[in-house]
């Protein structure tokens, strides 16, 4: 506060004005105040100048990664105590833990905390008009089974620290800002991706949502969990009891692309489409030994066969196909498995091109199934009996285009942020994962920074991104929001609470 | 009896000699006998005639069959009560009651049992040389988690019948018939196929099969289960302390080759080799959507070329090549799997070709991991980050060829069994699975009987062999025993009880 009354004295001013969730704030050691009066910095009074010199304090930020990591630490993958991976599932203990300090944290930074049907916790920071929707910042702490420190973890913490800077520079915005996370969004403990924000969209029932079952061991469900860690809110999960007004989210590329064009900070414009697919092969569990090749139905080799058809047809379609499930029965070495399922996700940037791909699966896989030649795939093979095989889609995310004003503060934020060199080390790109962003797109203008991580390693406990990164990421996260915030009143726009169009 | 005494009266004697175990045998109904003096049929005094004339009792032996199998009963297939699989696990509760009943019927039957320190069951019924060692049928009472009713059970039943029908006509042979139940012989729990007559051929050491530990959950050892049903017996498992004459094993064939052929009885010549590996793939596990298909170490993908390769080797090498169990790590639909695990059984009549298979194997599938194209296996693909991977080889079973006398035996029953049109339905074959006739044909003179099985489904709750045809084979079973035990007599032959090359 020293520095910026000596350095921006234009844009100090006195208010005579309360803010009682302010008045949580802890006292900052040199600083104090009288009840009635206080020094206020707003933001639609800051120039660029000044909105450039509020800064996140990187190790700050470094520590409250770290700090809020002992909650579901995961494999050890280098010497330091940093150096693991996380296993924090949704709604377990751990991710109780996690919860609680996000409560903790930020009510004592002066913001109002709301938990919902989904257990999302929404933590507002009061603006000047705390009558219109917080513009929010957000992402998710729980994370896969054998996750990083990173994914989601530094998009919430990017956040608290926002937050921190905030107070520390008693800046007040024009509109409420606000951070939520986002409950499941890996859908990796209830198998459905970003599930809580899609409640919160009205995309997904909430019924369906708080009646998922866990995957293992398979007896608690959502709502169960919920309640057991007390999470279950009494707020309807709605963009229509929590409206926002805009969703910024910050995030690791989870892909190689920044790290191998050497840039730092990845601007999305949306994210990619994507379709996934359970496919039960079914053949019959005969004996190894004795069961030549042309009397077989063998579920696997079928599998194995599709599965490698469908990196083909993604190589040919330049877009992408992976199995990350398999599950075989009856599972011995010496019986021809007779039932395999494997699940399968395709993804590409457009709608079109995901849409020829599950096409093509569906007249392919079949045909692989009754044993016909699809791409070669029968070279040097024996034909055995008839397999049959059932294709399932589970889910189906059209490609997301975020909005061009969320966009647009991004890139302002991100040239401030990355100083004369900018335009050197920025890049536009398309998310190849989903993220909650992609609900709150549907509901209130949304966009995404991505920050590179090392090999473009994610979903795994190695994954890691540069402390020097993660704090750009958030340096231009808390300007992308304060810049919107600015924007917002500028234009005295107020975004429809409805799905649009760009 | 008394039907016998008619036709055969000349081979009819009064015996002096006193049968302690033959008391035992339950009152048949229609006869009695002095204690001191008792009709006795002598298999050396029986022409080829009388032997024919000794028949199996078909309804007899399928209500052994299906009553035994309300111990471990499995997946319902059909209508009726018996057209159900078996899930009947070695040294579950259930194995122990099969187990109960065999002991129970074997010594109401005359027999001395014996149980080893591996749980196999001998039950032995006195000969006129008891002295030497007994002529043993045996096969084995567990069987798949998703097995069927004939796999093993049909050849101990059959056993149990033979006794009977030597009780009931009281048939004194030369030498002691035995049957015996060998334990674990599926490898299904406890990973290690024949492992207790493995133990009994002196090819596995006692410690290494008390150490198995189960597949699920994997705390219980097959020491630990053995005592703890009660067949942990103090007798060494040993060929030295329980010597075989010979070891014939009735069995289905669990192939299509009899059906196919429209035959019905497999004289089994000996059994193929087979080694069994354990392939490790390591890749990366990363974000599926975010990982484009050259920045990939795909594990799964890698596995998937490399069982089609397996299959093509397994083709062209006019093999067999099965991979019957898979597991992947992490497991997440959007995750790309780090480590893929999986079996690979690779089978062929030679040795010399089971060994070029296993050659093959060590030198493609590295090259397949590194990227390299392999028979056109990344035709249409995107070659990727290198994955690792390891190859261990688990067990290895060099081709066994059956002894010339118990084949002889076996053509012999099967003509007589067969009648004049014998020739069109016998079937001299090599067996694809492996048996406990693979270890004991290293220590006694040995050979095996097929019978076809529907469509040669096997390893499969719906396994099925008609009445008649397990009835056929037990027919056969029986004369083998008996002419063996009359071709022993013959000869005078001591076969040696060291590994012995035809």
Redesign the interface.
């Known amino acids: 506060m020293a520095l910026l009354a000596n350095r921006f004295s234009s844009a100090l001013r006195t208010t005579g004005r309360s803010y009682p969730a302010l008045s949580k704030l802890p006292a900052a050691g040199q600083r104090s105040f009288s009840a009635s009066s206080r020094w206020q910095l707003h933001t639609k009074e800051m120039n660029d100048e000044i909105l450039a010199s509020l800064k996140v304090n990187q190790s700050r930020l470094m520590e409250d990664i770290h700090y809020t990591c002992q909650w579901g630490m995961g494999k050890k993958w280098g010497a330091r105590s940093t150096e693991t991976g996380m296993s924090r599932l949704a709604l377990s203990d751990a991710d109780k833990e996690a919860r609680d300090w996000f409560m903790r944290t930020t009510e004592a930074l002066g913001c109002n905390t709301t938990v919902d049907a989904m257990g999302n916790i929404f933590a507002v920071r009061p603006g000047i008009r705390s009558d219109k929707p917080p513009t929010f910042v957000g992402s998710h702490l729980d994370t ?3 996750g990083g420190r990173y994914d989601g973890i530094l998009g919430v913490t990017a956040g608290v620290e926002l937050l921190k800077v905030l107070a520390d520079n008693w800046v007040e915005t024009e509109y409420p800002v606000g951070v939520v996370n986002w409950t499941n969004e ?3 403990r209830f ?1 459905l ?1 970003m599930v809580s924000s899609g409640v919160w969209a009205g995309s997904i029932p909430l019924e369906t949502a708080h009646n998922l079952r866990e995957i293992h061991p398979g007896t608690a469900t959502m709502a169960s969990e919920l309640a057991r860690i007390g999470y279950l809110g009494k707020t309807p999960a709605s963009y229509e009891s929590m409206p926002m007004g805009a969703h910024f989210e910050l995030h690791i ?5 920044l790290e191998m064009a050497n840039k730092k900070v990845g601007i999305v414009q949306g994210v ?1 489409a ?1 379709k ?1 697919f359970t496919i039960t092969v079914k053949g ?10 042309k ?1 077989r139905a ?1 579920a ?2 079928t ?3 599709m ?2 058809h469908s ?2 047809l ?3 379609n330049s877009a ?1 196909a ?5 599950n ?11 039932e395999v399922t494997f ?1 399968l ?1 395709i ?1 590409a940037p457009k709608d079109s091109t995901v849409q020829r791909m599950a096409a093509q699966i569906k007249s392919d896989f079949p045909k692989i199934a009754a044993g016909q030649d699809v ?3 029968n ?4 034909t055995g009996l008839p397999c049959e095989v059932s294709i399932t889609e589970d889910f189906d995310s059209p490609a997301t285009t975020f909005h061009p004003d969320c966009i647009a503060a991004v890139h302002q934020a991100a040239h401030s942020a990355l100083g004369s060199n900018s335009h050197n080390l920025i890049m536009d790109m398309v ?4 993220h909650d962003s992609v609900y709150t797109s549907k509901r209130c203008p949304t966009s995404m920074i991505f920050v590179p991580c090392r ?6 406990p190695a994954e890691f991104c540069k402390d020097e990164d993660c704090a750009l990421g958030a340096q231009v996260l808390l300007q992308s929001v304060l810049r919107f915030d600015r924007m917002r009143d500028e234009r005295r726009v107020t975004w429809k609470q409805e799905p649009y169009t760009l």
């Open positions: 896969q089974p054998t890996e859908g990796a198998p991706s590329e989870q892909g190689p692309l990619q994507y996934w019959r569990d005969t004996h190894t030994g004795t069961t030549d090749l009397s063998d696997l080799l599998a194995s066969k599965i490698l990196h083909r993604a190589t040919t992408l992976s199995t990350g499930i398999l075989l029965k009856p599972g011995s070495t010496n019986t021809v498995p007779g699940s996700d993804r791409m070669n795939c070279e040097n093979c024996i998310s190849g994962a989903g090999e473009g390693i994610s979903h795994n």
